[in-house]
């Protein structure tokens, strides 16, 4: 019971941290590659048109991959790396609370790392590889008790 449970909220969980960046991500989208890429030049963001192509990718793709189960810890590890420009480009100065502050950006982040590395049972990553790896691990303890 406790295991339906605590998946049915890893799963609540990804689609609220993969809506806040998919939000983020259709913003730049509306804003064009071209768009998204000044505004990130006067922020002080490195490579801006890069930046701003992989920062769209993950928000809008990569967010749907989340909500989906498919890379997870890859799409928490790309949400990392975008908040970390956010919190560097924009919102550090405001602190970390506050109009502009980067405490939003902190929680989407980290949340956002832990539910890629944890993302439960209800996810296309535990569909293809978590039964082969519970398969394999039970193989393995069978060995063992052998």
């Given at each position: 019971?406790?295991?339906?449970?605590?998946?049915?909220?890893?799963?609540?969980?990804?689609?609220?941290?993969?809506?806040v960046f998919l939000a983020h991500g259709l913003q730049k989208w509306?804003n064009g590659i071209d768009g998204t890429a000044k505004f990130f030049?006067?922020?002080?963001?490195?490579?801006?048109?890069?930046?701003?192509?992989?920062?769209?990718?993950?928000?809008?793709?990569?967010?749907?991959?989340?909500?989906?189960?498919?890379?997870?810890?890859?799409?928490?590890?790309?949400?990392?790396?975008?908040?970390?420009?956010?919190?560097?480009?924009?919102?550090?100065?405001?602190?970390?609370?506050?109009?502009?502050?980067?405490?939003?950006?902190?929680?989407?982040?980290?949340?956002?790392?832990?539910?890629?590395?944890?993302?439960?049972?209800?996810?296309?990553?535990?569909?293809?590889?978590?039964?082969?790896?519970?398969?394999?691990?039970?193989?393995?303890?069978?060995?063992?008790?052998?």
């Open positions: 019971m406790f295991g339906r449970v605590k998946d049915v909220a890893l799963l609540l969980g990804r689609i609220g941290v993969a809506v509306n030049e006067m922020t002080g963001i490195p490579l801006p048109t890069v930046a701003a192509v992989f920062a769209m990718t993950v928000e809008i793709l990569g967010s749907i991959a989340f909500i989906v189960g498919f890379l997870m810890p890859l799409v928490g590890i790309g949400y990392v790396v975008i908040s970390v420009g956010a919190l560097l480009s924009v919102h550090i100065d405001n602190g970390l609370t506050g109009q502009g502050g980067y405490e939003l950006v902190l929680v989407l982040a980290l949340a956002g790392l832990a539910l890629g590395f944890n993302g439960g049972r209800l996810s296309l990553d535990h569909l293809l590889w978590g039964r082969r790896r519970a398969r394999r691990e039970a193989e393995v303890g069978e060995l063992q008790n052998a």
